[in-house]
């Protein structure tokens, strides 16, 4: 089993920036991809950002010049670092990760989309 956690969302002024992180536990053997999505309401849910197992990144257009994505492969946590915030930017956002976890009694790969619960991100004045 992997658990992802979010946390960082809340209230911001336009402008203003705020850094969400996403932390995977439980029984993990590796991540791969990690990536970043945001649905407004009555909106699609979006891609906002993923960066790969070897640290390659893409950011929406939207977002490109004032969101950041980064790891830190020792703790299996994600960032998005999100600057310049606008009250577009509103939305909820989800962390998703590619996970790789060991059957103990097979000692054979396991490959797990998970997602996370989403953290609200709020841009207003």
């Known amino acids: 089993q992997v658990q992802l956690v979010e946390s960082g969302g809340g209230l911001v002024q336009p402008g203003g920036s705020l850094r969400l992180s996403c932390a995977a536990s439980?029984?993990?053997?590796?991540?791969?991809?990690m990536g970043w999505y945001r649905q407004a309401p009555g909106k699609q849910r979006e891609l906002v950002a993923t960066?790969?197992?070897?640290?390659?990144?893409k950011h929406a257009d939207s977002v490109k010049g004032r969101f950041t994505i980064s790891r830190d492969n020792a703790k299996n946590t994600v960032y998005l670092q999100m600057n310049s915030l606008k009250p577009e930017d509103t939305a909820v956002y989800y962390c998703?990760?590619?996970?790789?976890?060991?059957?103990?009694?097979?000692?054979?790969?396991?490959?797990?989309?998970?997602w996370g619960q989403g953290t609200l991100v709020t841009v207003s004045s």
């Open positions: 960066i790969t197992s070897g640290g390659s990144t």
């Open positions: 439980g029984s993990i053997f590796s991540i791969n991809a």
């Open positions: 998703k990760v590619d996970a790789v976890t060991v059957v103990a009694e097979t000692m054979r790969y396991r490959f797990l989309e998970v």
